[in-house]
């Protein structure tokens, strides 16, 4: 066997056992190499031959060179198309899979709610009446029956602007301005929106919060159709099985008034943790509107009166999907909110 034949199948076999371009690149060095290349090699000393002699060995070098180049150039398609399979198999995009699926979110709980609540009061032919987050102090305040210097204000400290300007402590000044708008009874509406008062936020309470209040003025109205109202409200929203009772309080914008409680949805009255063992839930205040404030309506208490009642939306969502910490609806956290 000559050199040439010998090296073409030393490359061979070496091309054969290549697993990367990398081992081919150095076997294309080692015997095709300008400088030390086996085969190059081989040529180096054919000056010395025979001119016979001379073309035999020229030839059979250029054969085994073409040969070795031939078979890398397999080598690295061979290789090439092996990867390309591999990435086939394990990298494959099926278009008949389906996607991944897109988050679409949805109306936030205390919305929830509060539409809820609407709904079920507008079945009562109450209707939905919006009025501004900045008031005046009058609005806040003088029309609700609480003066200047009158010891509820103190209740209400509130985010002013101006000594005139603030922001509304609760939605009741809708009620004032609702009435001098429609001027003639029969007056239905309820009021959701907004509040704010300064309070540090904890658990229980925020300096912002948003509240429902309802307000119906007609002839003769008693205190017996407000705790049907709310009785009707509360059973549509939590269930048939719960009851309502009033307790008599005292807020200046209503004579009497009443704090209105809720019976426990988890003991069904009875007394259990939840409740602090009452087996009463607080929900909100109500009472027949105060005749001066009917006055400041441009509404005359000779000839009408009528009934108010307000509370927290989020303390009825707390109450409605037992949660603890009313922080929880504004933190925007998605694994809290998902769940609703
Ligand atoms: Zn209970």
């Given at each position: 066997?000559?050199?040439?034949?010998?090296?073409?199948?030393?490359?061979?076999?070496?091309?054969?056992?290549?697993?990367?371009?990398?081992?081919?690149?150095?076997?294309?060095?080692?015997?095709?190499?300008?400088?030390?290349?086996?085969?190059?090699?081989?040529?180096?000393?054919?000056?010395?031959?025979?001119?016979?002699?001379?073309a035999a060995l020229g030839q059979a070098a250029n054969e085994?060179?073409?040969?070795?180049?031939?078979?890398?150039?397999?080598?690295?398609?061979?290789?090439?198309?092996?990867?390309?399979?591999?990435?086939?198999?394990?990298?494959?995009?099926?278009?008949?899979?389906?996607?991944?699926?897109?988050?679409?979110?949805?109306?936030?709980?205390?919305?929830?709610?509060?539409?809820?609540?609407?709904?079920?009061?507008?079945?009562?032919?109450?209707?939905?009446?919006?009025?501004?987050?900045?008031?005046?102090?009058?609005?806040?305040?003088?029309?609700?029956?609480?003066?200047?210097?009158?010891?509820?204000?103190?209740?209400?400290?509130?985010?002013?602007?101006?000594?005139?300007?603030?922001?509304?402590?609760?939605?009741?000044?809708?009620?004032?301005?609702?009435?001098?708008?429609?001027?003639?009874?029969?007056?239905?509406?309820?009021?959701?929106?907004?509040?704010?008062?300064?309070?540090?936020?904890?658990?229980?309470?925020?300096?912002?919060?948003?509240?429902?209040?309802?307000?119906?003025?007609?002839?003769?109205?008693?205190?017996?159709?407000?705790?049907?109202?709310?009785?009707?409200?509360?059973?549509?929203?939590?269930?048939?099985?719960?009851?309502?009772?009033?307790?008599?309080?005292?807020?200046?914008?209503?004579?009497?008034?009443?704090?209105?409680?809720?019976?426990?949805?988890?003991?069904?009255?009875?007394?259990?943790?939840?409740?602090?063992?009452?087996?009463?839930?607080?929900?909100?205040?109500?009472?027949?509107?105060?005749?001066?404030?009917?006055?400041?309506?441009?509404?005359?208490?000779?000839?009408?009166?009528?009934?108010?009642?307000?509370?927290?939306?989020?303390?009825?969502?707390?109450?409605?999907?037992?949660?603890?910490?009313?922080?929880?609806?504004?933190?925007?956290?998605?694994?809290?909110?998902?769940?609703?």
């Open positions: 066997m000559s050199a040439s034949t010998e090296l073409t199948k030393e490359a061979l076999g070496a091309i054969a056992k290549a697993h990367s371009d990398s081992e081919l690149e150095t076997i294309a060095l080692d015997y095709l190499g300008r400088k030390s290349g086996q085969v190059t090699r081989l040529l180096s000393g054919i000056g010395q031959l025979e001119p016979k002699k001379r085994a060179k073409r040969t070795i180049e031939g078979a890398l150039a397999a080598r690295r398609a061979e290789l090439e198309g092996a990867r390309l399979a591999d990435i086939a198999e394990t990298e494959a995009i099926d278009i008949t899979f389906p996607g991944a699926p897109l988050g679409r979110g949805h109306i936030h709980v205390l919305t929830q709610v509060q539409r809820q609540i609407e709904t079920v009061l507008e079945n009562l032919g109450y209707q939905v009446e919006l009025g501004p987050e900045v008031e005046t102090e009058w609005y806040n305040f003088e029309a609700l029956n609480i003066s200047a210097g009158h010891p509820a204000r103190e209740n209400w400290d509130s985010f002013y602007f101006t000594p005139e300007l603030l922001l509304r402590a609760h939605t009741s000044p809708v009620q004032i301005r609702a009435m001098q708008r429609i001027k003639e009874p029969p007056i239905y509406i309820i009021t959701p929106g907004r509040c704010y008062r300064r309070d540090a936020p904890e658990a229980t309470r925020l300096p912002y919060f948003s509240q429902v209040e309802g307000l119906a003025v007609d002839r003769g109205l008693t205190v017996g159709d407000m705790k049907g109202t709310l009785l009707f409200m509360i059973q549509s929203l939590y269930g048939k099985e719960r009851k309502v009772r009033v307790r008599p309080s005292y807020f200046p914008f209503t004579e009497p008034s009443f704090e209105f409680d809720v019976s426990c949805g988890i003991c069904g009255g009875s007394g259990c943790k939840s409740c602090r063992h009452k087996g009463w839930l607080e929900v909100g205040g109500c009472g027949m509107v105060h005749p001066q404030v009917l006055r400041n309506g441009g509404i005359d208490p000779e000839h009408w009166n009528g009934y108010a009642w307000g509370f927290g939306i989020e303390r009825m969502a707390m109450s409605k999907h037992n949660v603890d910490d009313i922080r929880l609806f504004y933190e925007s956290d998605l694994r809290f909110l998902d769940q609703f």
